[in-house]
């Protein structure tokens, strides 16, 4: 029973960190810009995307490929926030829809470059760890600590980076901070671009694990904004806590019922959460 | 003038469909009417001031509601039409008041969350809903001894619900009704102050825009005979009303219905290249939203857009219609 109870802890464990790394851009862009990024599912896809071209179609080093992957999709969400989202920031609604068009479009462009199969590719980790009865792949630990790893160094560069810093100082009074000399519009896209990047090492790391699709970005999305709106939007501890639990709420779910219990527990825990206490456990109040 | 003009422009193109007779443009009319309803009944909404993407949830209650009672209780489909859509509405009224004390973006997220939940359970509830396989051989429509298994035959009642959601909305816009719900949009305290019951017209409104999405939906069912999960989908539905909305214009009534008219063919044009059906969507709301925010309807009514006279400058400041 302990064995079982252990297995479900750490099988949510090992998602709950990737779903902090998506949420925790996904938090970002909410609280510098206040845009719900719709799109942030697609920023995944893309990541993935880009190394299974890089990686498998192109034979480059796998770690070389997601992190080039990364990069690439940083610069393509500098440019999403400059040119798409900038006229539309505090203004909640109309930002909103302005993400779902980017997510529809980078759907399409995925469907009419990828076209709609699901696409494998060879899995650069092998092979599980048996920790007497305790199994965990060694890909999963291997994502796991590596976003780990991220999330850390995404802590200090807020805490202790200048820019950083500055990305605090706009999601906390972005006129008070452009006062001070914070430049808030490079600042912004910059956190975009971190965000997308953020997105795309998720996506690139879970590609040879679940491979790889122009839909593949919906799901994640959707754990992403349950995570964030548990957590309350804007907040990046609550992005962390709240990643943590829905990683064990749904693995629980997933191991006692199924899958589909655990998603209908998660977004009733979303909408009781909205219902209740909008700004969620962490969030600044509405 | 120009409404007017749109307006019998739109009679004229409603009766194409009706003079053609073919079966294919029937179908596409068909689908037109229950998107435009739809497309109404988020429009309704958007002018109390909150977008909701709850309406696919209305829509699931009605079509699956309907379906259900003429299967299991072999009620006749005009009767279970009207009891599924009057329930979608009282759904919504038994919902308004927990859902729309929530403001602005988090009740788009809480009704997205919503219809998530609806959703995964028409997937999971297989027993009722028959889960991803979905319901079969649900009842045709029968109207005045006429069974209407063909859309040719079902067309017309479609254009005529959506005609009447059309008037309501109409209606609405033109009376002290329509400017109280503008005044809740504009400011809400304000017309709280004015002594507009700011609540009541929201969870009435909802409870209206619910009973035109109940409506659509059992239409829909007994239309196409089978019902899946995958027909009530974020992209599916709320989506498609979305991006109408936005590209026919939200602040005419007749914005949802050009919308409407213009998009919902699109995927029937583009039949074998969704992904191109994707891309103008996508784009579309892209290029609307950033550039002509008031829509199609904005564009050709609003008088900021035509050279402006003096007596139109001074309406426009004054705010008169």
Redesign the interface.
């Known amino acids: 029973m302990s064995q079982y109870v252990l297995q479900i802890i750490a099988n949510g464990l090992l998602s709950g960190v990737v779903y902090i790394l998506m949420a925790l851009g996904f938090t970002l862009i909410f609280g510098i810009m ?1 845009i ?1 990024n719709f799109a942030h599912g697609e920023l995944y896809m893309v990541g993935a995307s880009l190394v299974l071209v890089l990686y498998a179609h192109n034979g480059i080093n796998y770690f070389l490929a997601v992190a080039l992957a990364a990069v690439i999709t940083a610069g393509l969400g500098a440019l999403i926030e400059r040119f ?1 989202f900038r ?2 920031v505090k203004t ?3 930002g ?3 993400s ?10 995925a ?2 470059i990828l076209g ?1 199969a699901w696409q494998a590719m060879p899995r650069p980790v092998s092979g599980a760890l048996d920790f007497g009865g305790l199994v965990i792949p060694y890909d999963r630990l291997f994502v796991g600590l590596l976003a780990l790893a991220i999330i850390t160094l995404f802590h200090l560069y807020l805490k202790h980076n200048r820019t950083g810093l500055a990305m605090q100082a706009i999601a906390q009074d972005a006129e008070t901070a452009s006062l001070m000399g914070v430049r808030v519009g490079s600042v912004s896209a910059l956190a975009f671009g971190i965000a997308a990047g953020l997105a795309a090492v998720a996506g690139g790391l879970m590609a040879p694990i679940y491979s790889v699709a122009p839909y593949m970005g919906e799901l994640p999305m ?1 754990k992403a ?2 995570v964030v ?1 548990l957590g309350g ?1 804007g907040s990046i501890p609550g992005a962390v806590i709240g990643g943590l639990v829905i990683g064990l709420v749904e693995s629980g779910f997933a191991t006692v019922m ?1 899958s ?2 655990a ?2 527990a998660s ?2 825990l ?2 009781m959460v ?2 209740v206490r ?1 700004r969620g456990l962490f969030g600044k109040a ?1 | 003038m120009r409404q007017t003009a749109t307006l019998l422009v739109l009679a004229v193109v409603s009766a194409v469909p009706i003079l053609v007779g073919d079966r294919y443009l029937a179908h596409i009319a068909v689908m037109v009417c229950l998107m435009g309803i739809m497309a109404l009944s988020m429009n309704l909404m958007l002018k109390v001031g909150q ?1 909701s993407l709850a309406q696919v949830v209305f829509m699931a209650t009605g079509a699956y509601g309907s379906a259900l009672m003429s299967m299991e209780w072999g009620l006749p489909p005009v009767v279970t039409i009207a009891v599924a859509g009057i329930a979608s509405g009282l759904l919504a009224i038994v919902l308004g008041p ?2 729309l ?2 403001r ?3 009740f ?3 009704t ?3 219809a ?2 609806v959703n ?2 028409l ?2 509830w297989v027993s009722l809903t028959g889960g991803n396989s979905g319901l079969f051989n649900i009842p045709r429509l029968e109207l005045f001894g006429i069974r209407m298994a063909r859309p040719e035959t079902l067309y017309p009642v479609a254009l005529s619900l959506f005609a009447l959601a059309f008037a309501v909305t109409f209606i609405l816009d033109r009376t002290r009704g329509g400017w109280a719900m503008y005044s809740i949009e504009e400011n809400e305290d304000l017309s709280r102050a004015l002594g507009v019951d700011v609540t009541a017209w929201r969870v009435w409104t909802f409870g209206l825009s619910g009973l035109m999405a109940g409506m659509a939906g059992g239409l829909y069912a007994h239309l196409i005979g089978f019902l899946s999960p995958d027909a009530f989908t974020f ?1 599916a539905i709320s ?1 498609s009303i ?1 991006v109408i909305n ?1 590209v026919g214009g939200v602040r005419s009534p007749l914005g949802p219905v050009v919308g409407a008219l213009l998009l919902v063919p699109l995927p029937e044009v583009l039949r074998d290249a ?3 059906q ?2 103008v ?6 290029v609307f ?2 550039f002509f ?1 008031s829509g199609i309807t904005g564009f050709l009514f609003d008088s900021s857009h035509v050279p402006a006279t003096r007596l139109s400058r001074l309406r426009q400041l004054m705010r008169i219609k």
């Open positions: 206040r719900v798409l006229p539309f909640e609604l109309n909103m829809i302005m779902l068009g980017i997510s529809i479009a980078l759907q399409a462009g469907l009419i709609p959707l904004f349950v709106v939007l199924n589909t219990a998603l209908i977004f009733t979303v909408v909205v219902l909008p509405v | 977008l927990f859902l004390r929530i602005g973006v988090y788009v997220l809480l997205f969350a919503l998530q939940v995964l359970i997937q999971d992209h989506v979305l936005v969704h992904q191109y994707l891309l969507y996508g784009l579309l709301l892209i939203i950033a925010r």
